[in-house]
């Protein structure tokens, strides 16, 4: 597994959003797009980081972001989670690991002091060019689910809106 750095081209993906509509990274040409990835849906932590991006999606939003999720998960069980916690952005379903893999998002990692392979999660920041073509503008592996959005926000200088 290699992982990516500033500057690197990001790799391009097409994936299902919950309702099977594919989703492309360069569906977001001319825009910089939050891409996170996490482990499984409807799990404490995972859910804990998608809320707190829901939570923050106006002024990451207003700061000219977009928020896209990735997981291993099944369209049918991210359907659930996005209704479940009413989430306003897209989650994207990667069963066969290819997208978190090509980002470096998926290998061995330490879990309760075991080694095991799975997702690491992890969240970029991608300059998307309008041809479509990304760029690695932050490279983040290994985050903590919670506090990660905040600190996310303080590191991009997203404030809060006003009001």
Do not use: W
């Amino acid at each position: 597994m290699s992982k990516l750095s500033v500057g690197d081209v990001a790799p391009a993906f097409t994936l299902p959003d919950p309702d099977g509509t594919p989703v492309s990274l360069a569906d977001y040409a001319g825009h910089r797009v939050i891409v996170y990835f996490y482990p499984a849906a409807m799990t404490p932590g995972c859910t804990t980081q998608a809320v707190d991006f829901s939570a923050a999606l106006g002024e990451i939003a207003a700061a000219g972001f977009d928020v896209v999720g990735i997981s291993p998960d099944s369209v049918e069980k991210l359907a659930k989670f996005r209704q479940q916690q009413e989430l306003a952005f897209p989650l994207l379903a990667d069963p066969d690991k290819e997208v978190l893999k090509a980002y470096g998002a998926f290998g061995r990692k330490v879990l309760y002091g075991k080694e095991i392979e799975g997702v690491i999660r992890s969240t970029f920041v991608v300059s998307v060019d309008d041809e479509g073509v990304g760029h690695i503008d932050v490279a983040q592996y290994n985050v903590k689910a919670t506090g990660h959005v905040a600190k996310l926000r303080r590191e991009l200088k997203i404030p809060a809106l006003e009001g």
